[in-house]
């Protein structure tokens, strides 16, 4: 008795530690190294490389050579940013991704505009994928007629709602589902990839000469190739999504750097077999025309089973969304957790640990998105933020290496890297504004400014409201959750 009043004798057995560490409210490590990798991919391979890889070619003038180059190029600034973000994962493993790592290294305010941004950009983006998965899903039914708007936004509403109870049900369940449409849509590339170089070892004249003389064409100039520039990094967008679940990573010193270093090059590859297999069955005029380019390759090699290839389409995107909305959930949970949102958004659910609310303000956001399907276009001229924000972390990496030299850091990146990410981020946000100057980037600036109005009086002031307590407590009740780090009972009595 003495010796527990005085906080001794506590129990030193294993199995009790390793007990109140389950009974513990806090999300679990459920997410390995292939499920990490499928994460990436399946983030990373949407529906670009099927539909439009014809941006790039386009803008490269028809220079089979040049465009080849910059899908290379593209796909190593890729490497070098994940690589970045791979340093900063093990050493800072904490969901949410660039938000925790820009918040360590740059400061609260900083962060808060980040998580202001991405609540408005990222359910757009998550939406407007919705939208495409609903077209692709539903336009074999309608033949050459188009399907019906309603139809559409009500197949992609049930696709959002599908995936966000998902996600907030079950971790496992969204991993494993993740891996397996990632695997389909990698067989899908993988025919599209051996496809073509069948075709080019069988020794097609007029397919050799195009890469004999890759560089014969006209030589764009510097603008158009930073413009196929921007479309090639388009197409490797998402490879920053591993570090939104690094709470969530098994053993992540370990499954964060391999992992990356495991799937962006994996990626690389498959996308210039690809592009080959697409130049070597089509000319460059054909591709440039072409409004889905897999389309019309399967229609050319494969024409009995072309259907193959719209099918794969839904598929990537199906599961491109299901990885966006995974990562989208920690955001909101992480920005949470710093009292950046409300504090119902933190809290996990007390039967699966997971962050159900979260999930649910993700996935509402994202619906109301779907309704008016303008404010996505708008979206679009957002952009230049998401460079911004990996400019934003790059730049807390280096901050971080002088500022805490002793953090420990399983995995460090030749530390050049940074300084060129950060110099690249520069010129991705500026150019696109300098060279194609509009409105809407003005009002893109203007709401990021805005994020100011909420910041300064309810995070730097703390303003408080008594009756969001109320609300907050009957809706934890009904959700069944509980804040994080704490025992499932007793939370909300």
């Not at 400061?107 to 998550?126: C, E, Q, R, Y």
């Not at 730049?395 to 940074?418: D, G, M, N, T």
């Not at 303003?463 to 959700?479: M, N, V």
């Amino acid at each position: 008795k003495k010796q527990k009043k005085m906080g001794k004798g506590k129990s030193d057995d294993p199995k009790d530690v390793k007990r109140k560490e389950k009974d513990k409210m806090q999300l679990r490590r459920h997410i390995g190294y292939f499920d990490g990798v499928s994460f990436i991919i399946g983030s990373i391979v949407g529906a670009g490389i099927f539909v439009s890889p014809t941006g790039v070619l386009k803008h490269s003038l028809l220079n089979v050579g040049i465009a080849l180059t910059i899908w290379t190029a593209s796909g190593l600034v890729s490497l070098m940013g994940s690589l970045c973000y791979a340093e900063l994962g093990p050493a800072l493993p904490f969901s949410g991704g660039e938000y925790s790592h820009i918040k360590r290294g740059l400061g609260s305010l900083p962060a808060f505009v980040f998580i202001w941004t991405s609540t408005f950009t990222k359910p757009a983006s998550n939406a407007a994928r919705a939208l495409l998965f609903a077209e692709y899903a539903t336009q074999p039914f309608y033949g050459i007629c188009p399907a019906p708007e309603a139809l559409k936004k009500c197949l992609a509403l049930a696709v959002l709602w599908s995936l966000g109870i998902l996600n907030g049900r079950s971790v496992k369940m969204a991993a494993w589902v993740q891996t397996i449409f990632t695997l389909l849509k990698m067989m899908a590339l993988s025919v599209i990839a051996v496809g073509g170089i069948v075709l080019l070892v069988g020794g097609r004249k007029e397919s050799l000469a195009r890469f004999e003389d890759a560089f014969s064409s006209e030589i764009p100039n510097v603008s158009q190739v930073a413009e196929a520039f921007f479309q090639g990094l388009y197409a490797y967008g998402g490879w920053w999504s591993l570090n939104y679940m690094a709470e969530e990573m098994k053993n992540p010193s370990r499954n964060i750097p391999l992992t990356v270093m495991t799937a962006v090059p994996a990626v690389i590859v498959f996308y210039l077999l690809v592009n080959i297999s697409y130049l070597t069955v089509l000319t460059p005029k054909e591709i440039v025309s072409s409004v889905a380019v897999a389309v019309t390759w399967a229609d050319r090699v494969i024409p009995s089973v072309a259907w193959i290839i719209p099918l794969s389409v839904a598929v990537s995107i199906f599961g491109a969304l299901n990885s966006s909305m995974f990562t989208l959930g920690r955001l909101s949970y992480a920005g949470s957790q710093s009292g950046h949102l409300p504090a119902l958004i933190s809290m996990l659910n007390v039967h699966s640990c997971t962050p159900a609310p979260a999930m649910i303000f993700s996935t509402t956001i994202a619906s109301i998105f779907i309704i008016p399907s303008d404010l996505i276009t708008l979206t679009n001229y957002f952009g230049f933020s998401a460079w911004l924000m990996i400019g934003l972390t790059c730049a807390s990496l280096i901050v971080l290496r002088y500022r805490e030299p002793h953090l420990h850091r399983p995995y460090k990146v030749f530390l050049p890297v940074p300084f060129v990410m950060v110099a690249m981020s520069v010129f991705l946000v500026l150019a696109p504004i300098v060279w194609s100057p509009n409105l809407q980037y003005v009002y893109a600036f203007l709401f990021m400014l805005g994020s100011l109005i909420i910041y300064l009086p309810f995070i730097h002031f703390k303003l408080h409201f008594a009756f969001l307590d109320k609300i907050t407590c009957h809706l934890q009740l009904l959700l069944e959750v509980s804040p994080a780090d704490g025992s499932a009972e007793g939370k909300c009595e």
